[in-house]
C-alpha cells in the first residue's frame, strides 16, 4: 500500500545527495551566491505552480504573519545557501553530506537552547554523539587538526548552513501551525531568491571576498562575461546541473517529501534523510573517488547520533521535516 511513497522518499534522498554533485560542477564555473539565486529561481517557478494548483499561499493577516515568512525566507533560504554553496565549493560534496546529516541533531540541540524545550538525558546523548561524529569529520581523523581547530572553511561554511537549517525548521513548526506548508515553503524560495540576486551581482563585480584559497582573502575570482554565461554549447551542462538543482533537488525533491510525511508520517518519513549520506558515497565510488576512512567512521557516528536523537521521542525532532524538505541538499 505504502511502497510508491517509500520509492518517493528514497528517490528524495538520492535527489539531495546528488545536489552535492550539481553545486560542486555549478560553481567551478558561475559565481557561488548567483547560482544560487539560479537554484531558487527555478525552484520557486516549479513550486509557485505546484501551490496554484495543489496547495494554498500563506496568509498574511498581520505583520507578524510577513515577519515570520520573512524569517523562514531570509534564515532557511537566503542565509542557508549563502553557506551551503561556498561551503561546497571549498569542502567536498562526500564531508557536506556527512555535516549536514547531522541536522536533526543541531536541529534538537536549537529547540532546546531556544525554544526551551525539554530534552532527556537520551537526547542529549544522540546530540553529543553526531557532534563528536562531526568532530571527526571536521579533523580528517587527525587529532593535531583537531588540537589546533585548523578546519577547513569550507566545513565550517556547511556547518553554518546546518545551524540555519535548525532555525528555520524550528522556527517553520511553529509557523506551520497556522499557515499551509506548501505555499509557506514556496514564498520562502521566493524571498530567499530575491535577497540571493543582489549578492550575487555584487560577487560578480568583485565586491565580495573570495575564499577560494581558504583564507582570509580579498581577491576576487574572474567569472565569464555575462553573455558567455548563456552559452549553452560552452555551459549547457552547468544551466542543467541548475535546472536540477532547482526543479528535482528543490521542487520534486520537496513535493515526494510532502506525499511521503503526508501518507507515512514524519517520523518515519525522516529516516529516508539518513540515505543522503550513503547515496553521497555511492556516487564518490561510483565517480573513481572512495571515501577516506574518517569519512566512513564520521558517517556512522552522526548517524547513530541522529538515531538516538530521533528515538527520544521528542515532537521537534520529529516533525522538523515537514516544513524543510527542500533545505536538505
Known amino acids: 500500500m505504502y511502497t510508491g511513497f517509500y520509492a518517493r522518499l528514497v528517490a528524495t534522498a538520492f535527489f539531495w545527495s546528488l545536489a552535492f554533485y550539481s553545486v560542486t560542477a555549478v560553481v567551478e564555473l558561475f559565481p ?6 539560479f537554484r531558487f529561481f527555478f525552484a520557486s517557478l516549479f513550486l509557485s505552480i505546484l501551490t496554484t494548483l495543489y496547495g494554498g499561499w500563506p496568509s498574511l493577516r498581520t505583520w507578524s504573519d510577513f515577519r515570520d515568512l520573512l524569517f523562514l525566507g531570509f534564515v532557511g533560504v537566503f542565509l542557508y545557501n549563502l553557506c551551503f554553496f561556498l561551503g561546497i565549493k571549498l569542502s567536498d560534496p562526500v564531508t557536506g553530506s556527512l555535516i549536514v546529516a547531522a541536522n536533526p541533531a543541531v536541529t534538537a540541540l ?6 526551551k524545550e525539554h530534552s532527556g ?3 542529549w546523548l544522540g546530540i553529543l554523539l553526531s557532534f563528536c561524529g562531526l568532530l571527526l569529520v571536521f579533523s580528517q581523523g587527525s587529532l593535531e587538526i583537531l588540537a589546533r581547530l585548523d578546519f577547513r572553511i569550507g566545513d565550517l561554511f556547511i556547518f553554518g548552513a546546518s545551524i540555519c537549517w535548525a ?3 524550528v522556527k517553520g513548526k511553529e509557523v506551520l501551525q497556522s499557515q499551509p506548508v506548501l505555499g509557506t ?3 520562502a524560495c521566493l524571498i530567499g531568491a530575491m535577497l540571493l540576486l543582489p549578492m550575487g551581482l555584487a560577487e560578480y563585480q568583485g565586491l565580495l571576498p573570495d575564499f577560494s584559497d581558504q583564507a582570509d582573502s580579498v581577491t576576487s575570482q574572474r567569472y565569464p562575461e555575462p553573455w558567455s554565461m548563456l552559452d549553452l554549447s560552452r555551459n549547457g551542462f552547468v544551466w542543467l546541473h541548475l535546472m536540477y538543482l532547482g526543479f528535482f533537488a528543490s521542487g520534486v525533491a520537496f513535493l515526494f517529501w510532502y506525499q511521503g510525511v503526508r501518507a507515512l508520517g514524519a517520523p518515519r518519513a525522516s529516516v529516508f534523510i539518513n540515505l543522503v549520506p550513503v547515496f553521497a558515497m555511492l556516487l564518490s565510488i561510483g565517480m573513481g573517488t572512495w571515501p577516506h576512512l574518517y569519512q566512513w567512521l564520521g558517517a ?3 548517524l547513530a547520533g541522529v538515531y538516538i536523537t530521533s528515538r527520544s521521542a521528542i515532537p521537534v525532532a520529529s516533525n522538523v521535516g515537514d516544513d524543510s524538505g527542500a533545505q536538505s541538499g
Open 185 to 187: 515553503t514556496t514564498v
Open 167 to 169: 532555525f528555520y525548521s
Open 300 to 302: 556512522a557516528v552522526v
Open 110 to 115: 536549537v529547540s532546546s537552547v531556544w525554544k
Open 32 to 37: 557561488v551566491y548567483l547560482a544560487a539565486f
Open 121 to 123: 538525558i537520551l537526547r
